[in-house]
């Protein structure tokens, strides 16, 4: 059946499987292997292998991923044959397993139907939960169970899911009935409701459903069931799950299609000796070695995810049941041994008995995940390779989130439980549409809402944070935003949202839609207004890990960083050098723009050594602080790189400037007239001579000014190039304007060797910029040869330095083997390399055309993101072998962009360059990427 928010099938679920008949298609708990989660889904294969390491499951069965993909290549939408077959004996095994019988008016065995991939995708694929009630089987489980209150519960729960999932009935026509009665009996939860009302609501539902659909609510259990796997399969091709995998690039080759869980119920709604639970075998916010979880007694599994009631902390259980408790660290103890990996598990306690119903590895925030990674190490439940390659290396980009300043003086407006960590600011929104429409427009934003729905997905991607006002630390907002590395607040109860009026009241505060807010998942307290926030400081755990990825990595890892505070901070990051500074950033401070304006302007070479002896001192104290604060770490200083008119205003804003000059000299005449013949006017009235006329003053400076921004616009117009990227820049700059290259060679020089006097061991490497011929690093060794002499001479020391060449350029790769008999290292920068192979501007293409091109699948990744290994990368190829075929120990680098890149580094790794350098805050990525890359070599370390 097609739920209205049904996509069809596309090419992103494989077909292959649609011919195979005869498959085995289902599998019992016992037979399934739990290691298959392609076949059967994460959750079926867990089901299956907790089932065969003694925990005590319900019993059940999957039904495969290769089914679905099956139904859902069948136009007719039928269920593959032979699998009602097997699922019908299947279910006799569930029936003779709990003594219990499916569709029996005395003693009915109900069951849940629950979707599960390869891949965890929480809340993105539908479940049914109680499937077997009818008005027969409904009497029989009040009956056995002695409760009716429960029976009714369980029924009008059914009715809902079912209607809404499996016959597209609008969850709100149930909600409203819902709320309806509630107000009607006058209870605030629904808990408070008696079983009348229960039975009331379930009546009315079943009315609905026949208004809705036309048809009566199905009676057969068989056709239910039938009807559940379709819906469930169906799922898959749903709109929240294919946004879902399209935002986290989840491809056919990691998941493809859901399994069927179809499960013995069990409830933890039979009364107060029965509970339901959720859990983490540590505490998924700080990774502390401590069971995390909550719990409601006499309630069923969905009441705790869907923030319906608070939940309790689970530590609470171990007064309120404490053998139970000890039954669930048992759990958590078994589960951790036998995985190896956090646990997320869910549970149920039946009259007095635990039931494992789930498990899957625990989704964590980048704090947890260095935590334990380094705890489980020092506890030898991983070994240290295990516990780096446990760990993404983007994700530790989450650790430099902000943190609210400790020293602000705000008083919270509301508190909530601090379910997700990290603190952030935005205008807040009620509903997640109107937060993805301000997001895109580049809004910031804050996602409030009273509870999150799967549905609301786009919202937390749009948003820098969600807050709410129902709902646990495990509710779906809280467990969506960690996933993401988000700060989310739950439960925050004093909060009453309006979305109708776009508003929310917090006691006497009204919050409208725009108004500013600061969330901190930290502590859960909600602020009005922006707060400011400061970077983190680098905890043990990660400091320990870090070492540990050096440890096990064979790339170096550099920074690039242009200043010296830039240089301070890399060191923080753990680089080992930095391996690029772009010098063209410190002529861009305000005081020394002037100066290097001067440079530009002057017209000879005499002309310019004025401005150039100005920079050389100023050049050479910041390399001198430099070296200095990465001794003895080497520091790749590049000459200078862009095009010198980027320097100057553009050819339009000089010529408005001027007209506003030319506005002002007009006025400036006007009034200086004006005052001249008032003035002659008072000498005639007064029979008396009049002085020499007024010299304005004002009028010259204007002129000066004019004649200073004319030469300007002269200098800009001869300068100006159709093609500035391909154009006078780099080397070519340097040996057209020699005086400016051997300024900063001589500032760079002169600072290493005040450094060497004072005996600070520092390592210099200069690099030249675009080149393409070796003619060109020839002339520049030159100037530095002839520098070197000089200095040495002066000083009465010898300099150690080393001299290279960037790699940017496709002709440098084609000219490695000449280049390298000059530079004894290359570094690639790939983002000019990555321009001139695509022909794609660096500026333009990822906003115009590359997210088309990404969309339609034209080319695997954004270029400009991520190596092209394909293209750009067989290029450097080409640079390694010829440039080492001339010599054997060049040191080889990359500082574009992509040496941040965790593939990209691994592409690096495998062509044996000998570093990455990306910004500071990148670095500890590319450490743990490079330890990746060398790990991933050897196969027997893998989890
Ligand atoms: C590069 O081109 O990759 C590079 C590092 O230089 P820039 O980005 O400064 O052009
Ligand atoms: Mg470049």
Redesign the pocket.
């Known amino acids: 059946m097609n739920t209205p928010d049904t996509i069809e099938l596309s090419q992103e679920a494989s077909l292959e499987t649609s011919s195979k008949i005869n498959q085995k298609f289902v599998f019992s708990f016992h037979e399934g292997d739990g290691k298959n989660k392609q076949l059967l889904g994460g959750k079926g294969a867990n089901l299956c292998e907790m089932t065969q390491i003694g925990l005590n499951v319900p019993p059940g069965f999957v039904i495969s991923t290769e089914a679905c993909l099956t139904y859902l290549a069948d136009p007719g939408r039928q269920l593959p044959e032979g699998v009602l077959e097997k699922v019908k004996s299947q279910m006799e095994k569930v029936e003779s397993a709990t003594g219990k019988s499916f569709g029996d008016p005395q003693n009915p065995l109900l069951v849940s139907v629950r979707s599960g991939s390869a891949l965890s995708m929480p809340g993105m694929m539908d479940t049914i939960l109680n499937l077997g009630l009818n008005s027969e089987t409904l009497q029989g489980l009040i009956q056995q169970t002695k409760n009716e209150r429960f029976g009714y519960d369980a029924y009008r729960r059914f009715i809902q899911l079912f209607g809404k999932v499996a016959l597209g009935v609008p969850d709100e026509k149930f909600d409203t009935i819902f709320e309806e009665v509630k107000h009607k009996a006058g209870v605030k939860v629904d808990i408070g409701l008696s079983a009348e009302n229960l039975q009331e609501i379930s009546q009315r539902f079943l009315e609905v459903v026949l208004e809705h659909t036309g048809r009566p609510f199905p009676e057969n259990v068989f056709e239910q069931l039938e009807i559940a796997i379709k819906a469930v399969f169906n799922s898959w091709m749903g709109k929240r799950a294919v946004d879902y995998r399209r935002e986290f690039n989840i491809t056919p080759q990691m998941a493809n299609g859901t399994a069927v869980n179809v499960v013995a119920m069990v409830f933890g709604n039979m009364g107060n000796d029965s509970a339901t639970g959720v859990g983490f075998t540590r505490d998924p916010g700080t990774g502390e070695n401590v069971m995390f979880g909550e719990y409601l007694v006499n309630a069923q599994g969905e009441d705790v995810v869907a923030g319906i009631r608070t939940p309790k902390t689970v530590s609470l259980l171990a007064e309120e049941m404490p053998d139970l408790y000890r039954q669930l660290e048992d759990l958590r103890d078994k589960l951790e041994s036998h995985y190896k990996e956090v646990q997320d598990f869910e549970y149920t306690i039946e009259k007095g008995i635990l039931y494992c119903l789930q498990t899957r590895n625990g989704k964590m925030n980048a704090t947890a995940m260095v935590r334990t990674s380094v705890e489980m190490a020092k506890e030898r439940l991983l070994t240290k390779e295990q516990a780096l390659l446990r760990i993404k290396p983007e994700m530790l980009e989450q650790l430099l989130h902000p943190r609210l300043d400790s020293k602000h003086q705000s008083e919270p407006l509301a508190q909530g439980l601090p379910a997700s960590p990290g603190a952030a600011s935005g205008q807040c929104v009620f509903d997640a549409d109107r937060a993805e429409l301000l997001g895109r427009a580049g809004q910031k934003v804050i996602l409030v809402r009273e509870e999150t729905k799967p549905e609301d997905i786009h919202g937390f991607f749009a948003s820098q944070g969600v807050l709410t006002s129902r709902g646990g630390k495990t509710s779906h907002a809280a467990v969506v935003a960690r996933g993401m590395g988000k700060p989310c607040v739950a439960g925050a109860e004093g909060i009453h949202v309006d979305v109708k009026l776009r508003q929310a009241k917090i006691g006497e505060k009204i919050l409208h839609e725009g108004d500013n807010i600061t969330i901190d998942g930290g502590t859960g307290c909600v602020y009005l207004g922006v707060i400011p926030t400061v970077e983190p400081t680098f905890s043990d755990e990660l400091k320990t890990l870090l070492m540990w990825a050096d440890e096990n990595a064979r790339l170096k890892v550099m920074a ?1 960083a242009d200043t010296p505070n830039d240089a301070k901070n890399a060191l923080e990051y753990g680089a080992v050098g930095i391996g ?1 500074c ?1 010098t063209e950033r410190m002529f861009n401070a305000p005081e020394r723009l002037p100066i290097v304006l001067e440079m530009i302007l002057a017209d000879t070479p005499e002309e310019r050594e004025v401005p150039l002896n100005k920079l050389l001192p100023i050049q050479r104290q910041d390399f001198k602080e430099i070296f200095t604060t990465m001794a003895p770490r080497p520091v790749t200083v590049r000459l200078l ?1 862009p095009p010198i008119h980027e320097f100057l205003p553009t050819e339009d804003e000089l010529r408005e400037e001027l007209q506003h000059l030319r506005h002002l000299k007009e006025t400036a005449v006007g009034v200086a007239n004006l005052f001249n013949s008032l003035r002659l006017l008072h000498a005639e009235n007064e029979g008396t001579q009049t002085q020499l006329p007024f010299n304005d003053k004002g009028v010259e400076l204007i002129e000066q000014a004019i004649a200073k921004k004319e030469l300007m616009r002269k200098k800009v117009h001869e300068l100006h190039e159709v093609n500035p990227m391909l154009g006078h820049r780099g080397v070519r700059l340097g040996l057209t304007y020699p005086e400016i290259y051997k300024m900063q060679i001589q500032a760079i020089l002169e600072a290493a060797a005040e450094c060497q006097q004072a005996n600070i061991d520092v390592r210099p490497e200069i690099m030249v ?1 675009q080149v393409c011929a070796s003619e060109e690093l020839v002339r520049v060794k030159s100037f530095v040869d002839e520098l070197r002499k000089k200095i040495e001479e002066e000083k009465g020391i010898k300099l150690v330095f080393k001299f290279g060449t ?1 790699i ?1 350029v496709v002709r440098a790769c084609m000219q490695a083997d000449e280049l390298a008999k000059q530079a004894e290292f290359f570094s ?6 990555t321009q001139a192979t695509f022909s794609f501007s660096r500026e333009d293409a990822e906003n115009k055309f590359l997210p088309f091109y990404a969309e339609n699948n034209i080319l695997e990744n954004n270029p400009f993101e991520v190596l092209d290994a394909k293209g750009v990368g067989k290029l450097m190829q080409i640079a390694v072998e010829w440039g080492r075929k001339t010599n054997p120990e060049l040191k080889v680098g990359i ?3 992509h040496g941040g890149q965790s593939e990209s580094i691994k592409f690096c790794h495998e062509l044996g360059l000998t570093y990455v350098s990306c910004s500071g805050p990148r670095v500890p990525v590319a450490r743990l990427a490079a330890a990746h890359a060398k790990l991933g070599e050897s196969k027997n370390v893998s989890l």
Do not use: A, K, Q
């Not at 690639?828 to 390399?833: K, S």
């Open positions: 690039n690029l772009r790189d910029p960037m940017e690639f920068g790939t983002n000019d390399l500082c574009g962009e």
